[in-house]
T-cell receptor
Framework: KNQVEQSPQSLIILEGKNCTLQCNYTVSPFSNLRWYKQDTGRGPVSLTIMTFSENTKSNGRYTATLDADTKQSSLHITASQLSDSASYICVVTDYSGYSTLTFGKGTMLLVSP | NAGVTQTPKFRVLKTGQSMTLLCAQDMNHEYMYWYRQDPGMGLRLIHYSVGEGTTAKGEVPDGYNVSRLKKQNFLLGLESAAPSQTSVYFC?????????????FGDGTRLSIL
């Protein structure tokens, strides 16, 4: 069964600090990996999408990495801001007929002033 | 740009009542999806559509029906609501299949079944 595991479950950091969120997956065959940001009471918003051949992708202060060999991804947030407080969701797509998306449970990040 | 709009935003139902959730997108996307999000769980796919007039079952379709009569609209129906259907429901759309396209989500419908 396809699975996506995220860690930590929650994280508190001080404003201005950096942090790294982890995602491990067992999805086969692999198509792509996405990171979404979900603000409280809002829908998820796409941050990055990485295919098998990409190992790094940035979106402003967000940098995602992918190691397809170890089936791990990380999302690094630089110089955190209060507005970064949100749930970050890792999503992995398989390469089947419909392309099923498997969602992680998310990491809840709180940036404290 | 409106993107994906869901109505209503909140709703409280009694067990056994029926209702329809509406999703509308203005991006001319082919694919549309309905998910539910429950505490401690990842989003789970209920039903999806690959184009006007088509629908297909997702991971958790029981108790729900859908229709895609117009390309821009995707309706989710609960025929006889049950407390287990208390959840936050998200609609999403993508230009083509999810394989290489980002999904655009609405802001959800918070549904409570008493």
């Amino acid at each position: 069964k396809n699975q996506v595991e995220q860690s930590p479950q929650s994280l508190i950091i001080l404003e201005g600090k950096n942090c790294t969120l982890q995602c491990n997956y067992t999805v086969s065959p692999f198509s792509n990996l996405r990171w979404y940001k979900q603000d409280t009471g809002r829908g998820p918003v796409s941050l990055t999408i990485m295919t098998f051949s990409e190992n790094t992708k940035s979106n402003g202060r967000y940098t995602a990495t992918l190691d397809a060999d170890t089936k791990q991804s990380s999302l690094h947030i630089t110089a955190s801001q209060l507005s970064d407080s949100a749930s970050y969701i890792c999503v992995v797509t398989d390469y089947s007929g419909y392309s099923t998306l498997t969602f992680g449970k998310g990491t809840m990040l709180l940036v404290s002033p | 740009n409106a993107g994906v709009t869901q109505t209503p935003k909140f709703r409280v139902l009694k067990t056994g009542q029926s209702m329809t959730l509406l999703c509308a997108q203005d991006m001319n996307h082919e694919y549309m999806y309905w998910y539910r999000q429950d505490p401690g769980m990842g989003l789970r796919l209920i039903h999806y559509s690959v184009g006007e007039g088509t629908t297909a079952k997702g991971e958790v379709p029981d108790g729900y029906n859908v229709s895609r009569l117009k390309k821009q609209n995707f309706l989710l129906g609960l025929e006889s609501a049950a407390p287990s259907q208390t959840s936050v429901y998200f609609c999403a759309s993508s230009l083509r299949g999810a394989r290489n396209q980002p999904q655009h989500f609405g802001d959800g419908t918070r549904l409570s079944i008493l």
